[in-house]
């Protein structure tokens, strides 16, 4: 069956510009996750979606940092006024339920440059 | 919250002989440890985890150990193969029971 795609899978802005990145998880996936892999780093969490709703945003960074989810399916990550400190690898992750125990599975990312 | 500590950063193996990779977390009350390969442009995929109540759990070539009371666990490759090569990261569940907690990653070569 279909896995988590990402999209786009690189993106090339200019600092100051907005950008957004979205997930498409698995089919059914009640729980979604959004990460951020700096080079060479381990995965840093940002937010967490259970159904639509997010009830645990800690991990975002900064106010220029938002996600949403829609229809309990795809979700968007948007950065604004980006920084070159942005620049990453952003990871997304589904599961059954958002509790222990269920694997996450995760897209393959999306590169984000910002020049 | 919790923190995880991760090592060796890199480890090189001949084929066939072992690896081991260890990591050590804070939160006493985590229970649930999942280890994730990750290939060159991949996403993470889950290879095997373990739980808090558990000590130890093996899966062909591939075992993690968990020792609570040490706060520490580890993954154990055995006749390590050219595609065991990858960037390993442990993690463990935070305090609300929902995100993960990753390590900052061992990559693993296996020379044949």
């Known amino acids: 069956g279909a896995g988590v795609s990402q999209s786009p899978s690189n993106k090339v802005t200019e600092k100051g510009k907005d950008v957004e990145l979205r997930c498409d998880p698995i089919s059914g996936h009640t729980a979604l996750y959004w990460y951020r892999q700096r080079l060479g780093q381990g995965l840093e969490f940002l937010i967490y979606?259970?159904?639509?709703?997010?009830?645990?945003k800690s991990g975002l960074p900064s106010d220029r940092f938002s996600a949403e989810r829609t229809g309990e399916s795809v979700s968007t990550l948007t950065i604004q006024r980006t920084q070159q400190e942005d620049s990453a690898v952003y990871l997304c992750?589904?599961?059954?339920?958002?509790?222990?125990?269920?694997?996450?599975?995760f897209g393959p990312g999306t590169r984000l440059t910002v020049l | 919250g919790e923190n995880v500590e991760q090592h060796p950063s890199t480890l090189s193996v001949q084929e066939g002989d072992s690896a081991v990779i260890k990591c050590t977390y804070s939160d006493s009350a985590s229970n649930y440890f999942p280890w994730y390969k990750q290939e060159l442009g991949k996403g993470p995929q889950l290879i095997i985890d373990?739980?808090?109540?558990?000590g130890e759990k093996k899966d062909q070539r591939i075992a993690v150990t968990l020792n609570k009371t040490a706060k520490h666990f580890s993954l154990h490759i055995t006749e390590t193969q050219p595609e065991d090569s990858a960037v390993y990261f442990c993690?463990?569940?935070?305090?609300?029971?929902?995100?993960?907690?990753f390590g900052k990653g061992t990559t693993l070569s296996v020379s044949s």
């Open positions: 993690a463990a569940i935070d305090q609300a029971g929902t995100a993960l907690i």
């Open positions: 992750a589904s599961s059954l339920a958002g509790w222990s125990y269920n694997e996450q599975f």
């Open positions: 373990i739980r808090s109540n558990v």
């Open positions: 979606f259970q159904g639509n709703s997010a009830p645990d």
